[in-house]
């Protein structure tokens, strides 16, 4: 089964710092890992995902994560945080595909909100 | 390209009133599923159906059912509202696929739900 642990509900950055948001996961197979961000009131929307191939992936808004098997973490980085980063961010994890008898199911982190001081 | 619409977008229930969430998709995707959201717990999967014809229990399955009408549609419904339930609904599509296919879950912009 898989699950995934966000640490820290909370983070504070300053406008301008490296934003950087901590994401563990655990996978009985080779998984297939998510970023969303939810502003507030609005549904959520897709920073990136990794499915194969090269293990950092870039995103929208100046995001990025890397995907580290041997760490299982699929960390989400941007080099300087901007007041309208301010939102809370999901990672997700799935054990992917459908074909092959996987479940397909998709699970989701706590969330982490960032804030973002002037 | 209206994606993944949901209604109602806003429902006040009294505790013991039943209701059915509407969830549909026009992007041809196989798998859909229904979560729920509250403050401190992130989304947390009350049911899915990887594709049509089948429907799975997620990890907060109870005091809901569902129904994968056809593709297109898939539906919740909550037989004896409780208290406990009042939170945001969401629900989500894939086109699950191979590795190099796979695409991201899109999501329906929620409804809000208060039991009283």
């Known amino acids: 089964a898989q699950s995934v642990t966000q640490l820290g509900s909370h983070v504070s950055v300053s406008e301008g710092a490296l934003v950087l948001l901590r994401c563990n996961y655990s996978?009985?197979?080779?998984?297939?890992l998510f970023w969303y961000v939810q502003y507030p009131n609005q549904g959520l929307q897709l920073l990136l995902k990794?499915?194969?191939?090269?293990?950092l992936v870039k995103g929208i808004n100046g995001f990025e994560a890397e995907f580290k098997k041997s760490e299982t973490s699929f960390h989400l980085t941007k080099p300087s945080a901007h007041m309208s980063d301010a939102a809370e961010y999901f990672c997700?994890?799935?054990?992917?595909?459908?074909?092959?008898?996987?479940?397909?199911?998709?699970?989701f982190g706590t969330g982490t909100l960032l804030a973002v001081q002037p | 390209n209206a994606g993944v619409t949901q209604t109602p977008k806003f429902q006040v229930l009294k505790t013991g009133q039943s209701m059915t969430l509407q969830c549909a998709q026009d992007?041809?995707?196989?798998?859909m599923y229904w979560y729920r959201q509250d403050p401190g717990m992130g989304l947390r999967l009350i049911y899915y159906?990887?594709?049509?014809?089948?429907?799975d229990k997620g990890e907060v399955p109870n005091g809901y059912n569902v129904s994968r009408l056809n593709k297109r549609e898939f539906s919740l419904r909550l037989e004896s509202a409780a208290p406990s339930q009042t939170s945001v609904y969401f629900c989500a599509s894939i086109l699950p696929g191979g590795r190099e296919m796979y695409t991201e879950a899109f999501f329906g912009q929620g409804t809000r739900l208060t039991v009283v």
């Open positions: 992007m041809n995707h196989n798998s």
């Open positions: 997700a994890v799935s054990d992917g595909s459908w074909y092959g008898g996987a479940t397909n199911k998709l699970i």
């Open positions: 990794y499915t194969t191939g090269a293990t």
């Open positions: 159906s990887a594709s049509e014809g089948t429907t």
């Open positions: 996978s009985s197979v080779p998984p297939y």
